[in-house]
């Protein structure tokens, strides 16, 4: 019997092709690393690390993990390397587990500045298991270093975290070495985001900054979804026993058997990171950023724009990402520095470059790509949100429904479409 998820993968496959992703955390993956995924890797249990499995028959996937390991330490220049968390949630849990007890202090960037929720938001395990305080962005939308020394000298945290998912600027690693050193706290770098610009030498490294560095692999990196926690020279020093705690940490902490099908796809996607093409993709990523966002009035020195709407109305960030979904530009809506309407109504949107640039586009196009957006966003003036509470679920159902048949929005549909359908999507076309 065919199965009823092939059809709905197909429908999938038009979306991703005949529009523009622009998801910052968002990427295609190439048809190898989409080979190895998909591959007979998954029938394995393999609970353990190599040479030291609970199963017989991992021969060959620890000749795997062990390749993995091998180019991520290459790639990132540290001397140990973890492959197996899940995803990025879970490396950020493992270090947490790894360095702090339950209770301990952990220091992250807000949620409203551009953290991450495992950084210490409010609902996440990191607040729920830990003391979380956090630090935040300035008026300038950067890191008040200033604050960020404050708390620490203050709440003396076990772990600060060095990491963004919506930040528009590179970020000063020296500055955060400081501060730890000052508390002695173990300082983590998290480059989920920006860990392809690293590999592509256009941010700076944490390597010789930072004690342990976590990343996702499937965002600027462009691997498959997953995650690896390293370990820098410094680390080692500061505690020679991390390795095996943060081990410790993923199994039998956190989870039970390796993913050795994401283990393989993340190896071919450090091959291909490992390639010098990869160098120019990375450069080109972050000049298309800057031009998208010089064209949207805003500054961006990585992969991703923030957009506030505030000059559109009241609480855009819904009414933004509906009326740019229905264009077929794919972007989420975000809180803003100092956010004037609600953290759950925010008043931006976030976009970002990677997917577009892996299509092949170049500064020309976002030009013409921003052209889009702002005529997209022309549709959403004076569907400002209400300022009463209750209202605003209905009014944004209804929003929605109005932008769906929105004939402006019809027609830069329709635009996109031919525009998008001339850049290749690696493993669909
Ligand atoms: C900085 C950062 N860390 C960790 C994560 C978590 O990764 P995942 O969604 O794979 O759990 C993200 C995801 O957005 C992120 O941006």
């Given at each position: 019997?065919?199965?009823?998820?092939?059809?709905?993968?197909?429908?999938?496959?038009?979306?991703?092709?005949?529009?523009?992703?622009?998801i910052p955390s968002e990427n295609y993956v190439s048809s190898d690393v989409l080979k190895a995924l998909g591959s007979i890797l998954t029938n394995k249990y393999s609970e353990g690390f190599p040479g030291r499995r609970y199963y017989g028959g991992n021969e060959v996937i620890d000749e795997i993990e062990n390749y993995a390991v091998d180019l991520a330490k290459k790639l990132f220049n540290v001397p140990v390397a973890l492959v197996q968390s899940y995803s990025g949630s879970p490396a950020n849990m493992a270090v947490t587990m790894?360095?702090?007890?339950?209770?301990?202090?952990?220091?992250?960037?807000?949620?409203?500045?551009?953290?991450?929720?495992?950084?210490?938001?409010?609902?996440?395990?990191?607040?729920?298991?830990?003391?979380?305080?956090?630090?935040?962005?300035?008026?300038?939308?950067?890191?008040?270093?200033?604050?960020?020394?404050?708390?620490?000298?203050?709440?003396?945290?076990?772990?600060?975290?060095?990491?963004?998912?919506?930040?528009?600027?590179?970020?000063?690693?020296?500055?955060?070495?400081?501060?730890?050193?000052?508390?002695?706290?173990?300082?983590?770098?998290?480059?989920?985001?920006?860990?392809?610009?690293?590999?592509?030498?256009?941010?700076?490294?944490?390597?010789?900054?930072?004690?342990?560095?976590?990343?996702?692999?499937?965002?600027?990196?462009?691997?498959?979804?997953?995650?690896?926690?390293?370990?820098?020279?410094?680390?080692?020093?500061?505690?020679?026993?991390?390795?095996?705690?943060?081990?410790?940490?993923?199994?039998?902490?956190?989870?039970?058997?390796?993913?050795?099908?994401?283990?393989?796809?993340?190896?071919?996607?450090?091959?291909?990171?490992?390639?010098?093409?990869?160098?120019?993709?990375?450069?080109?990523?972050?000049?298309?950023?800057?031009?998208?966002?010089?064209?949207?009035?805003?500054?961006?020195?990585?992969?991703?724009?923030?957009?506030?709407?505030?000059?559109?109305?009241?609480?855009?960030?819904?009414?933004?990402?509906?009326?740019?979904?229905?264009?077929?530009?794919?972007?989420?809506?975000?809180?803003?520095?100092?956010?004037?309407?609600?953290?759950?109504?925010?008043?931006?949107?976030?976009?970002?470059?990677?997917?577009?640039?892996?299509?092949?586009?170049?500064?020309?196009?976002?030009?013409?790509?921003?052209?889009?957006?702002?005529?997209?966003?022309?549709?959403?003036?004076?569907?400002?949100?209400?300022?009463?509470?209750?209202?605003?679920?209905?009014?944004?159902?209804?929003?929605?429904?109005?932008?769906?048949?929105?004939?402006?929005?019809?027609?830069?549909?329709?635009?996109?479409?031919?525009?998008?359908?001339?850049?290749?999507?690696?493993?669909?076309?």
């Open positions: 019997m065919a199965s009823k998820v092939f059809p709905l993968i197909e429908k999938e496959k038009i979306r991703q092709v005949t529009g523009l992703e622009m790894a360095v702090c007890s339950p209770g301990d202090t952990v220091m992250g960037l807000a949620l409203s500045s551009g953290g991450h929720l495992t950084h210490g938001a409010n609902l996440s395990f990191s607040s729920i298991f830990y003391k979380a305080v956090n630090y935040n962005v300035g008026k300038d939308w950067k890191i008040d270093f200033e604050e960020l020394e404050a708390l620490a000298l203050k709440h003396k945290p076990k772990l600060i975290w060095a990491g963004t998912t919506a930040y528009p600027y590179k970020l000063d690693y020296k500055k955060f070495r400081k501060i730890a050193d000052k508390v002695g706290a173990t300082l983590v770098a998290d480059i989920a985001h920006i860990a392809g610009l690293i590999v592509g030498g256009v941010h700076e490294s944490p390597a010789p900054f930072a004690d342990i560095i976590t990343t996702t692999t499937h965002k600027t990196l462009r691997g498959p979804r997953g995650a690896m926690v390293m370990v820098t020279e410094r680390g080692l020093k500061k505690d020679p026993e991390i390795k095996s705690k943060i081990e410790r940490a993923i199994i039998p902490g956190l989870q039970g058997g390796p993913h050795n099908h994401q283990t393989a796809a993340i190896a071919v996607s450090l091959e291909e990171a490992l390639q010098p093409s990869f160098k120019k993709y990375a450069a080109q990523v972050a000049k298309n950023a800057a031009v998208l966002a010089k064209e949207l009035d805003t500054t961006s020195e990585v992969h991703l724009v923030l957009m506030p709407l505030t000059s559109y109305g009241y609480g855009m960030g819904y009414q933004a990402q509906y009326a740019l979904e229905e264009a077929g530009i794919t972007v989420n809506k975000n809180t803003i520095p100092g956010e004037p309407a609600s953290p759950f109504y925010p008043s931006g949107i976030r976009l970002g470059t990677p997917a577009l640039t892996t299509r092949g586009m170049k500064e020309k196009d976002m030009i013409k790509i921003a052209g889009w957006i702002k005529r997209a966003l022309e549709e959403i003036r004076g569907l400002d949100l209400p300022q009463e509470q209750d209202l605003r679920k209905d009014f944004l159902k209804e929003t929605k429904k109005k932008l769906h048949t929105n004939k402006n929005l019809k027609i830069i549909r329709a635009e996109i479409k031919t525009f998008a359908e001339k850049f290749p999507v690696p493993g669909i076309n």
